[in-house]
């Protein structure tokens, strides 16, 4: 690497390593002497806190000269007894001295010689720990990277990273301008300046070489002419942000990877602006999806899509807004989005086909869409449906009827929302909750999809159908839907039956679908499918609370006295929990501890530690609520 004043501070000035061994023989000596001149209270502790450092020192030196499985995670138990080591040293010195009430009696100029003495055996100990901290260090760095020398390269080992050559290699090509966004000297001065903040930064993530790859990656993909760098000069809040992004969120992370124009609004502060809405999103939709080439047009619209979501994870991240504010924000991207491509879907189709006289395409959510607390990446759940007698035609030179009409409606619209892009689906649709399942039409006429709740349907059908909301088609349709939807949901029915469907239900979900860890809140006993089967229960058996949003059902729920008030809490914080474990940790397991923070923030707890007692506190609320619905006793009227 040049020798340049910013990289060269980054190494240790060069230093003669002493024989680890013979700093442990002499420490030894050390606490042998101090052990003949002092004993007790702080003494003791001292000693013992010695011994256990002398221990994991010893450790460390076997594994070096013996492991085949050595890594720089080897020396954290020493690291943290040495620690240990120099706060009981400092407690020793600072008592170690005769005492006031020896000042002025015969024995105070023998305490003073002793203490003397002792405070020069402490004064040894502190420095050949300390030497022998440094020298393990050393012999470490040798056995993990033999033949590195370079003393950056030696700097990186130091504060974590496995691979130092690499990371260093990196840092070389920044310094030489060989990225875009460094061509000037503007910006590579810039850079030199934020480089040890940068550093000690990804040095806090438990894989610092995972995390400067994927922002080498970012900062590659900056086209010239960014002032990045001296953004994050000015700006180190900004630094942190995105670094956060790629340590703690690796979901996010890839979205500024593939989409670099990202960078730019995190520069600006435009990201953490509310997402738009109705309107003023579809208008911006539509204008990405104009144009002759549908295919292009539609990668367009999922990247101004994908843009809208990252802004609203990175506000999960750091927890600038209420997750049931940002699980909305997500429902309206989403139903935005369904408004555009189904116009397009439309236009297209009448353009062959013309249209169909008296009849009206209409779209149903369900589920986390139809109740608007969508996360990251939610599934959609859609029912299609139409108006009118599906054996009329349509007007056009090449005429359908309307089941085939609405049918390749349906089917162009789950093509187009499900688009390709670079981070995957745009949205993953489901269809499977319409009339028959797999085997029905993707889409149905409402006379049909009315007739078919009124006679056929199952329990679980009209249990997903609680959570229905039309979510396209005009204000008249959406009315005369939700009147039908509601209707159906309190049509009269056996509450033995119910309870017993319930009851096999839930346990055929919990035999074919076990959760995949602690932090599945959906499937762990007393997490979110308990509860909505304990409202969905209460919602048929009692016809209250027909609300497709979850929480303002239980709300009305508890007013009824049908519910208790702490399951609106326990609602809360398993939505939040979820909503911020899909943008953060995705996985079911209990999240990586650089993450912890992050996700209890969001859910507005304290720390990690209160959002675990919140969580237990939640799922028991929840088990306690769902043995209440299912009970064959009558509902307890507590409030």
């Given amino acids: 690497m040049k020798a340049d004043t910013a990289f060269r501070n980054l190494a240790a000035p060069g230093r003669d390593t002493v024989d680890p061994a013979a700093l442990l023989d002499r420490i030894g000596h050390s606490y042998a002497a101090l052990r003949a001149l002092a004993a007790g209270g702080a003494f003791d502790r001292l000693f013992a806190q010695l011994n256990r450092m002398t221990m994991a020192a010893a450790d460390l030196l076997a594994g070096i000269g013996a492991s085949d499985t050595l890594t720089l995670g080897s020396q954290r138990d020493y690291d943290a007894q040495q620690a240990l080591l120099l706060t009981e ?19 105070y100029a023998e305490a003073t010689v002793r203490a003397a003495e002792a405070l020069s055996i402490l004064a040894t100990l502190r420095a050949d720990t300390a030497a022998l901290h440094t020298a393990l260090v050393d012999t470490l760095r040798r056995a993990l990277f033999p033949g590195v020398t370079d003393p950056v390269e030696l700097a990186l080992s130091e504060v974590g990273f496995a691979d130092p050559i690499s990371a260093a290699a990196r840092f070389r090509e920044w310094d030489e301008g060989r990225r875009a966004v460094l061509a000037t000297s503007a910006e590579r001065r810039a850079m030199k300046a934020v480089l040890p903040q940068l550093l000690q930064a990804i040095a806090h993530f438990p894989d610092p070489d995972a995390v400067l790859a994927v922002f080498d990656e ?12 001296s953004s994050f000069e000015a700006r180190p809040s900004l630094l942190l942000s995105m670094l956060g992004v790629i340590g703690r969120a690796p979901v996010l992370a890839r979205h500024l990877v593939v989409q670099p124009q990202l ?3 995190m520069i600006d502060s435009s990201v953490f602006a509310p997402v738009p809405k109705g309107a003023e999103v579809e208008a911006e939709l539509g ?3 104009a144009g002759t080439d549908a295919h292009a047009g539609a990668l367009r619209m999922a990247e101004a899509v994908n843009a809208h979501r990252f802004a609203l994870g990175l506000q999960t991240l750091e927890a600038t807004a209420d997750l049931v504010d940002i699980a909305q924000g997500s429902t309206d991207l989403a139903e935005a989005t369904l408004s555009v491509v189904t116009a397009h879907a439309l236009a297209e189709m009448e353009a062959i086909h013309g249209k169909v006289p008296g009849s009206e ?18 599934d959609l759940d859609l029912v299609y449906l139409f108006t009118g007698d599906c054996r009329t035609n349509s007007t056009g030179r090449r005429p359908l009827d309307a089941n085939e009409y609405f049918s390749r409606v349906a089917r162009r619209v789950s093509t187009m929302m499900a688009t390709m892009t670079t981070l995957g689906p745009l949205y993953q649709v ?3 909750l319409r009339p028959w399942g797999s085997k029905g039409l993707l889409a149905c006429s409402v006379d049909c999809f009315d007739a078919y709740h009124r006679d056929e349907a199952w329990t679980w059908e009209h249990m997903a159908l609680t959570r ?9 349709a959406r009315e005369t839907l939700k009147r039908l939807v509601t209707c159906r949901l309190r049509s009269p029915r056996n509450r033995a039956t119910l309870i017993a469907d319930a009851l096999k239900m839930r346990g055929d979900i919990a035999r074919n679908k076990a959760p995949r860890g602690a932090f599945d809140v959906k499937l762990v006993q007393g997490g979110l499918v308990d509860l909505e089967f304990a409202v969905h229960t209460l919602q048929l058996n009692h016809h209250v609370g027909l609300h497709p949003r979850l929480r303002a059902a239980i709300r009305s729920l508890v007013v009824a006295g049908l519910a208790d008030r702490s399951l609106i809490g326990a609602h809360d914080l398993l939505s939040r929990l979820l909503i911020a474990l899909r943008t953060v940790s995705p996985h079911a397991h209990e999240p990586a501890p650089e993450r912890r923070e992050a996700i209890a923030q969001a859910c507005g707890l304290a720390d990690w530690d209160a959002l675990v007692v919140a969580y237990g506190d939640a799922r028991a609320v929840v088990s306690q609520a769902w043995q209440s619905a299912i009970s064959s006793m009558p509902t307890a009227q507590a409030a």
Avoid: K, N
Wanted: net charge positive.
């Fill in 89 to 107: 040293l400092a407690q020793v010195e600072a008592i170690v001295g005769p005492s006031p009430q020896q000042l002025m009696t015969a024995e």
């Fill in 468 to 476: 229905a909301r039309p979510v396209f088609g005009s204000d008249a």
């Fill in 287 to 289: 204008h990405m999806l």
């Fill in 361 to 378: 395409f209409l779209i149903l959510g369900l589920g986390r869409f139809g109740g608007s607390e969508l996360t990251h990446r939610s």
């Fill in 218 to 229: 970012v900062v590659g993909r900056q086209p010239a002419g960014v002032a990045l760098f």
């Fill in 430 to 432: 489901d269809t499977r």
């Fill in 263 to 265: 960078v730019g609004r």
